[in-house]
């Protein structure tokens, strides 16, 4: 059995550019990329916190330390120059891996400059 787990996020990243007209994708800096673990063409899920929207496209490399989050193509109309997201893959794990498994956890700032790194999310306090 495979569970579909999170494989890295990147936390409230501010988007830089909605670029209706372009091909389509996420731009993602190339130092974020590399640090979460995505792979460009790897398919993403977008979680808005401005507007609610949460869609699907897939990552594509902006130059290394740009800071430049752009949402491209039909998705352009789903988030906003400042709008803070957070940007999550996935991965099927064997069911016998999960408990070694540790997703890439980054955070940054409003510039999109990473702040810190982890391995798991803090226990939610009731």
């Known amino acids: 059995m495979h569970l ?6 990147l936390h409230q990243a501010r988007v830089t550019h909605a670029e209706l007209e372009y091909e ?13 673990g995505i792979h460009e063409y790897e398919q ?22 740009s800071g ?8 352009a109309r789903l988030a906003s120059p400042g709008d ?8 099927q794990i064997d069911k016998a891996e999960v408990a070694e498994f540790k997703p890439n956890l980054v955070y940054v ?6 702040t810190r790194t982890s391995h798991q999310i803090p226990v939610q306090a009731a």
């Open 4 to 9: 579909t787990l999170l494989k890295a996020k």
């Open 24 to 36: 389509g994708s996420c731009a993602i800096d190339g130092r974020l990329l590399d640090t979460a």
């Open 44 to 65: 993403i899920q977008i979680y808005n916190m401005n507007n609610g929207e949460r869609f699907t496209t897939y990552a594509i490399r902006a130059e290394d330390g």
């Open 68 to 75: 430049v989050i752009s949402v491209n193509g039909a998705a």
């Open 84 to 91: 803070r997201v957070i940007i999550c893959a996935y991965a």
């Open 109 to 114: 700032n409003e510039r999109n400059q990473i």
